[in-house]
């Protein structure tokens, strides 16, 4: 599938998220990684299913790395809710991690993250859409801010004239991003 985009040397996987009751739609299911108690970054983390499902990628990554695929040749990420889950995952749940991106995701400002980081050396890639209404940008950039002062490294592109979405120049920078981070790999 890494040819699809250019990159034969990865495989990409796609998982979807589950279909679990929601608090922000009033507890109607929905396809969500996790819960949250409202879409807004100043109220607690919903622990117990950020746990849970912590663990599910941290299963499925073990998976990966079953079949050789070693912990540093994997990178992971996701778009909003996706991008906060795999914050979690590489640098509390899965450390070693080649890389991890969040793409219009933030992390709510106590979130669990910051005060139990397993790893600082997984390189960072975070973009947001400029005129984002749902994730306002500044919540990303405070997240890139706050875990840049945690000494995780990593860059921040905002995406001019962009909403909520993902679009082509966010795709085409963060294909960059993951090849400079898994570049591929010389037979000898």
Same mark, same amino acid.
């Given at each position: ?50 746990? +849970?499902? %912590? /663990? ?6 073990? *998976?990966?790395?079953?079949? =050789? ?68 940008? +500044?919540? %990303? /950039? ?6 840049? *002062?945690?000494?995780?490294? =990593? ?34």
């Amino acid at each position: 599938m890494g040819s699809d985009f250019g990159l034969p040397h990865i495989n990409f996987y796609f998982p979807t998220a589950p279909l679990r009751p929601y608090t922000p739609l009033g507890g109607s299911t929905s396809n969500v990684w996790f819960d949250r108690y409202n879409i807004t970054p100043d109220v607690p983390e919903h622990i117990q299913t950020l746990e +849970s499902i %912590g /663990q599910e990628m941290k299963g499925l990554i073990g *998976k990966v790395a079953d079949s =050789g695929v070693p912990l540093n040749r994997i990178v992971i990420g996701g778009f909003s809710m996706g991008g906060a889950l795999a914050l979690h995952t590489a640098y509390r749940f899965s450390p070693g991690l080649a890389g991890a991106f969040a793409l219009s995701s933030f992390l709510n400002n106590n979130s669990v993250l910051y005060s139990n980081v397993k790893t600082r050396d997984t390189p960072l890639y975070m973009c947001h859409g400029d005129r984002d209404t749902l994730v306002p940008i +500044s919540w %990303g /950039q405070n997240t890139f801010q706050d875990l840049t *002062k945690l000494g995780i490294k =990593g860059e921040f592109t905002p995406i001019k004239n962009t909403l909520h979405e993902i679009k082509q120049k966010e795709i085409e920078d963060l294909f960059r991003w993951i090849e400079k981070v898994l570049p591929p790999v010389e037979n000898k």
